[in-house]
């Protein structure tokens, strides 16, 4: 979590402001159906209703609506208490008055405040809420109540001129204030003088007392002369459903408290109150008034974009991995972790510059299309083409432009190609998930099958796997070689689009479960062939030599004829011509790696021969490369391939179907050639070139001759899997089990 002091206000400020609107937006269903839930513009939730239907409120709660003014004026069933506001807290704001005594050319008149008896009314000054206040230079002010037994309270207030008034502060010169006790129900208020304002008349000639609402009156020296002619004062009533506590009324036939609340005694007299109870939000009086609050679930208030947990009244916002979360524009984001921007920025800032004026010509052409579209879209292509720079969109740029011409088969898709083709990456479009990404079906508009490789996320060493698959994928065009159709790089993270070749991988089909075995002779035979000419052609025939780096059965992808196709070009290398070994880390799969270039890190074409070799082995025995449930001499499969030939017991370690269906002369010759292949010394291993030749020639001889056929005429299908559970993506993306060591330092 990288939380800074600012974004976690902005956060505190969206959580606040989602309380509020979900506070407002609770105020919708207020009253029991077919009631009328406003006045003029005052709520007046149930069990508060209007009177003229007394099934719309709880008995002595009516508020009536008078009309005559406007906005219309509500008041307590008792006609004369102004009401100003109700909340489902528990109280009622209203317009109270206020007591004065004036002594104005030596005739005293007043106006002691009477406060209607309210025993049987469930309203009760709130003491926590409201204060007892008097204004005067000559004030005596009384307030005697019963709250149950009589009480009687007061204060004094004096002072000799105006320049003794403290303005804002109301402690006994000028004004003052007394907090007024629990459960007054009735009370009157009387103000006397000391010296009938004789000495002070000039400025203060009246008195004035009141309960008020805590907040609700500042005291101000003006008021001292005729309180600006106020006759009223907001003041709080606490209120509460009847007379008896929970305990007493639960479970009982007149239970004022809905579904999914709970019920709290008043706290200021008698009755009580109730609550929804957490997680839960509206009207706790109604029967179903609390509605659970889904904040995940809401589209119109999502401020998650990453993995929204709804918890009982909140909700849980986290991203995933490899990213972070970040407050942009009031919505938690969540941002591909930082270190990726700086180190591709930092390592291509040549590039950047290089490539400045292009791209800026490029931007400017993609954005003055973009200008009809309006704020918001500007906002997102900036977005897109923040992603775009992020992506290694230049690092592409520039290969492409140093490889004129090669790519021109690949195309570069809008994110809403994509969208649209996948469905806006629906869930039952997922062909499989892999080590570090997801592959979806994808119908491009016209029909074509595609398979469309999306990466969870990006770092460093990733995009520059990335646009290494691009660029030479995009060199190739071999019908062996998994064909990629373009890329976007539009999205947040980078997306790979490929032909669909739907069914599995060769591991998949060799080692899966229910597959054992289901591979006949011939066809391994077959796939073995065109895999050994896609790699001799990567090889020597590819305009740039390419050592794949990679290969095993995961990494060999079968159509629905069986046909292979080499895929997943990650992490292989171009080799300039004048080269012929190139100094890298030491990149691979376990089992499948050259001990030769584990050792010295010089990757040479001899390294794929290797791991071609162990294929081969696999295809024969149809055991895995490395397997930790075999006894310790035969984890390695080449060792333990190898040590069985030496022994003479090859046959025993063969599959069985492979015994059965192949000649002993074939698989003695494709054996003795697996084993030429793992040859620890490089230079004593057979050239790719020769291992195709050798294989198809078995093939060749394998086949029957009117079967044989010209592959140049062999169409790329591209159809529909035949069963995307079963599909496995490590072919598009098979780092699961990828080891990349530094031993040997950079290129
Ligand atoms: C009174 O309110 C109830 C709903 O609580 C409604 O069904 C009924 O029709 C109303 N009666 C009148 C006369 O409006
Ligand atoms: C109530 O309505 C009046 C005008 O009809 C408006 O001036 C006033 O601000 C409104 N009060 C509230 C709380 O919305
Ligand atoms: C409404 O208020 C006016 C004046 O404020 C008063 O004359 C009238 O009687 C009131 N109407 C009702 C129904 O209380
Ligand atoms: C309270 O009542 C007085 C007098 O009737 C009126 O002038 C004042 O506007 C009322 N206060 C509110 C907040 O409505
Ligand atoms: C107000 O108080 C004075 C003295 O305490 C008393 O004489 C007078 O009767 C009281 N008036 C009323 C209306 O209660
Ligand atoms: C009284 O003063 C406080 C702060 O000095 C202010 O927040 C409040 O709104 C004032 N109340 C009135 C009724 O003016
Ligand atoms: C509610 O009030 C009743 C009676 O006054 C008391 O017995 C009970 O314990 C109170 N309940 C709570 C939860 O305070
Ligand atoms: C609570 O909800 C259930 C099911 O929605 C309903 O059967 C029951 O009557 C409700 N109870 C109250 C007190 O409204
Ligand atoms: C929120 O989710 C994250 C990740 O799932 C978890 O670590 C964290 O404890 C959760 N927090 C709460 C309050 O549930």
């Given at each position: 979590?990288?939380?800074?002091?600012?974004?976690?206000?902005?956060?505190?400020?969206?959580?606040?402001?989602?309380?509020?609107?979900?506070?407002?937006?609770?105020?919708?269903?207020?009253?029991?159906?077919?009631?009328?839930?406003?006045?003029?513009?005052?709520?007046?939730?149930?069990?508060?209703?209007?009177?003229?239907?007394?099934?719309?409120?709880?008995?002595?709660?009516?508020?009536?609506?008078?009309?005559?003014?406007?906005?219309?004026?509500?008041?307590?069933?008792?006609?004369?208490?102004?009401?100003?506001?109700?909340?489902?807290?528990?109280?009622?704001?209203?317009?109270?008055?206020?007591?004065?005594?004036?002594?104005?050319?030596?005739?005293?008149?007043?106006?002691?405040?009477?406060?209607?008896?309210?025993?049987?009314?469930?309203?009760?000054?709130?003491?926590?809420?409201?204060?007892?206040?008097?204004?005067?230079?000559?004030?005596?002010?009384?307030?005697?109540?019963?709250?149950?037994?009589?009480?009687?309270?007061?204060?004094?207030?004096?002072?000799?001129?105006?320049?003794?008034?403290?303005?804002?502060?109301?402690?006994?010169?000028?004004?003052?204030?007394?907090?007024?006790?629990?459960?007054?129900?009735?009370?009157?208020?009387?103000?006397?003088?000391?010296?009938?304002?004789?000495?002070?008349?000039?400025?203060?000639?009246?008195?004035?007392?009141?309960?008020?609402?805590?907040?609700?009156?500042?005291?101000?020296?003006?008021?001292?002369?005729?309180?600006?002619?106020?006759?009223?004062?907001?003041?709080?009533?606490?209120?509460?459903?009847?007379?008896?506590?929970?305990?007493?009324?639960?479970?009982?036939?007149?239970?004022?408290?809905?579904?999914?609340?709970?019920?709290?005694?008043?706290?200021?007299?008698?009755?009580?109150?109730?609550?929804?109870?957490?997680?839960?939000?509206?009207?706790?009086?109604?029967?179903?008034?609390?509605?659970?609050?889904?904040?995940?679930?809401?589209?119109?208030?999502?401020?998650?974009?990453?993995?929204?947990?709804?918890?009982?009244?909140?909700?849980?916002?986290?991203?995933?991995?490899?990213?972070?979360?970040?407050?942009?524009?009031?919505?938690?984001?969540?941002?591909?972790?930082?270190?990726?921007?700086?180190?591709?920025?930092?390592?291509?800032?040549?590039?950047?510059?290089?490539?400045?004026?292009?791209?800026?010509?490029?931007?400017?052409?993609?954005?003055?299309?973009?200008?009809?579209?309006?704020?918001?879209?500007?906002?997102?292509?900036?977005?897109?083409?923040?992603?775009?720079?992020?992506?290694?969109?230049?690092?592409?740029?520039?290969?492409?432009?140093?490889?004129?011409?090669?790519?021109?088969?690949?195309?570069?898709?809008?994110?809403?190609?994509?969208?649209?083709?996948?469905?806006?990456?629906?869930?039952?479009?997922?062909?499989?998930?892999?080590?570090?990404?997801?592959?979806?079906?994808?119908?491009?508009?016209?029909?074509?099958?595609?398979a469309?490789k999306?990466?969870?996320?990006?770092?460093?060493?990733?995009?520059?796997?990335?646009?290494n698959e691009?660029?030479i994928l995009s060199q190739i065009n071999h019908r062996n070689v998994v064909k990629l159709?373009?890329?976007?790089?539009?999205?947040?993270?980078?997306?790979l689009?490929y032909e669909?070749v739907?069914n599995g991988t060769l591991f998949h089909h060799?080692?899966?479960?229910?597959?054992?075995?289901?591979?006949?002779?011939?066809?391994?035979?077959t796939i073995a062939a065109e895999t050994a000419g896609a790699l001799a052609y990567l090889h020597s025939a590819a305009?740039?030599p390419i050592i794949h780096r990679d290969i095993k059965s995961t990494n060999i992808l079968l159509d629905?004829?069986y046909r292979a196709r080499v895929s997943d070009f990650g992490a292989s290398r171009?080799?300039?011509?004048?080269?012929?070994?190139?100094?890298?880390?030491?990149?691979g799969t376990?089992?499948y790696?050259?001990?030769?270039?584990?050792?010295?890190?010089?990757?040479?074409e001899?390294s794929d021969v290797?791991s071609f070799g162990i294929v081969l082995?696999e295809l024969?025995?149809?055991?895995?490369?490395?397997?930790?449930?075999?006894?310790?001499?035969?984890?390695?499969?080449?060792?333990?391939?190898?040590?069985?030939?030496?022994?003479?017991?090859?046959?025993?370690?063969?599959?069985?179907?492979?015994?059965?269906?192949?000649?002993?002369?074939?698989?003695?010759?494709?054996?003795?050639?697996?084993?030429?292949?793992?040859?620890?010394?490089?230079?004593?291993?057979?050239?790719m070139k020769?291992v195709a030749?050798?294989v198809e020639?078995?093939?060749?001889?394998?086949?029957?001759?009117?079967?044989?056929?010209?592959p140049?005429?062999t169409?790329l299908?591209?159809?529909?899997?035949?069963?995307?559970?079963?599909?496995n993506t490590t072919g598009y993306d098979s780092?699961?089990?990828?080891?990349?060591?530094?031993?040997?330092?950079?290129?």
């Amino acid at each position: 979590m990288l939380f800074y002091k600012e974004e976690a206000m902005v956060l505190l400020w969206v959580l606040l402001h989602l309380i509020l609107l979900s506070l407002t937006a609770a105020h919708s269903q207020q009253t029991l159906p077919g009631c009328q839930d406003k006045c003029g513009n005052v709520t007046v939730p149930y069990p508060f209703g209007l009177v003229g239907n007394s099934s719309c409120y709880r008995p002595l709660m009516d508020i009536s609506c008078n009309y005559s003014s406007n906005p219309p004026k509500l008041f307590l069933s008792t006609g004369t208490v102004e009401v100003l506001e109700i909340s489902l807290l528990g109280q009622v704001r209203i317009n109270h008055s206020i007591a004065w005594d004036c002594y104005e050319d030596g005739v005293r008149t007043n106006r002691f405040d009477t406060w209607t008896n309210m025993f049987k009314y469930p309203y009760t000054f709130s003491d926590t809420l409201n204060r007892f206040i008097a204004i005067g230079c000559d004030t005596l002010a009384f307030i005697t109540g019963s709250n149950g037994p009589e009480y009687t309270g007061g204060c004094v207030s004096l002072c000799n001129s105006q320049e003794s008034i403290t303005e804002g502060s109301c402690s006994g010169i000028g004004c003052c204030e007394t907090s007024i006790p629990k459960g007054i129900k009735s009370f009157t208020v009387n103000i006397s003088s000391f010296h009938n304002h004789n000495r002070i008349r000039k400025f203060n000639p009246c008195s004035f007392a009141f309960i008020v609402d805590k907040d609700g009156y500042n005291f101000s020296g003006s008021d001292l002369l005729n309180f600006q002619g106020r006759t009223r004062v907001p003041a709080v009533l606490d209120w509460a459903i009847g007379e008896k506590s929970c305990e007493e009324v639960q479970r009982g036939e007149d239970y004022a408290c809905g579904n999914n609340s709970h019920c709290f005694n008043a706290t200021n007299g008698p009755g009580y109150l109730c609550r929804c109870i957490e997680g839960y939000q509206g009207n706790p009086y109604l029967p179903d008034g609390c509605q659970y609050i889904d904040e995940c679930a809401d589209k119109n208030r999502k401020v998650c974009e990453g993995i929204c947990t709804n918890t009982l009244g909140s909700y849980n916002c986290s991203c995933p991995p490899g990213t972070y979360d970040e407050v942009v524009q009031d919505k938690l984001r969540c941002i591909p972790s930082p270190p990726v921007i700086n180190a591709v920025k930092n390592r291509f800032l040549v590039w950047q510059v290089a490539l400045g004026m292009g791209l800026g010509l490029l931007f400017l052409l993609v954005g003055s299309s973009c200008l009809y579209w309006g704020v918001e879209k500007r906002r997102l292509f900036k977005l897109k083409a923040e992603f775009f720079q992020k992506n290694g969109g230049m690092l592409l740029q520039q290969q492409m432009s140093n490889r004129e011409g090669t790519v021109e088969s690949t195309k570069i898709f809008t994110a809403e190609e994509l969208e649209k083709a996948t469905n806006n990456y629906d869930e039952s479009r997922i062909l499989g998930r892999g080590g570090y990404g997801t592959v979806y079906k994808g119908i491009l508009p016209n029909d074509n099958i595609v398979a469309v490789k999306k990466s969870k996320l990006v770092d460093e060493t990733q995009i520059e796997q990335f646009i290494n698959e691009v660029v030479i994928l995009s060199q190739i065009n071999h019908r062996n070689v998994v064909k990629l159709l373009g890329c976007c790089l539009e999205t947040e993270v980078p997306l790979l689009i490929y032909e669909c070749v739907n069914n599995g991988t060769l591991f998949h089909h060799i080692h899966d479960e229910g597959h054992v075995a289901s591979l006949s002779w011939e066809t391994r035979l077959t796939i073995a062939a065109e895999t050994a000419g896609a790699l001799a052609y990567l090889h020597s025939a590819a305009s740039i030599p390419i050592i794949h780096r990679d290969i095993k059965s995961t990494n060999i992808l079968l159509d629905e004829n069986y046909r292979a196709r080499v895929s997943d070009f990650g992490a292989s290398r171009l080799v300039p011509l004048d080269q012929t070994q190139l100094t890298t880390l030491v990149q691979g799969t376990l089992g499948y790696l050259d001990p030769e270039y584990f050792q010295t890190s010089q990757l040479t074409e001899k390294s794929d021969v290797y791991s071609f070799g162990i294929v081969l082995m696999e295809l024969l025995t149809g055991k895995k490369a490395l397997s930790f449930e075999r006894p310790e001499q035969e984890r390695n499969l080449s060792m333990h391939f190898v040590s069985a030939m030496k022994q003479n017991r090859l046959f025993e370690i063969l599959e069985e179907r492979v015994v059965q269906e192949g000649s002993q002369e074939q698989i003695l010759e494709i054996a003795e050639l697996a084993k030429r292949c793992v040859r620890l010394n490089g230079d004593e291993r057979p050239t790719m070139k020769e291992v195709a030749m050798e294989v198809e020639g078995l093939w060749r001889l394998g086949k029957h001759p009117w079967v044989q056929q010209e592959p140049q005429e062999t169409e790329l299908l591209l159809g529909e899997p035949s069963d995307s559970s079963d599909y496995n993506t490590t072919g598009y993306d098979s780092l699961k089990d990828h080891v990349i060591l530094s031993l040997g330092g950079g290129r």
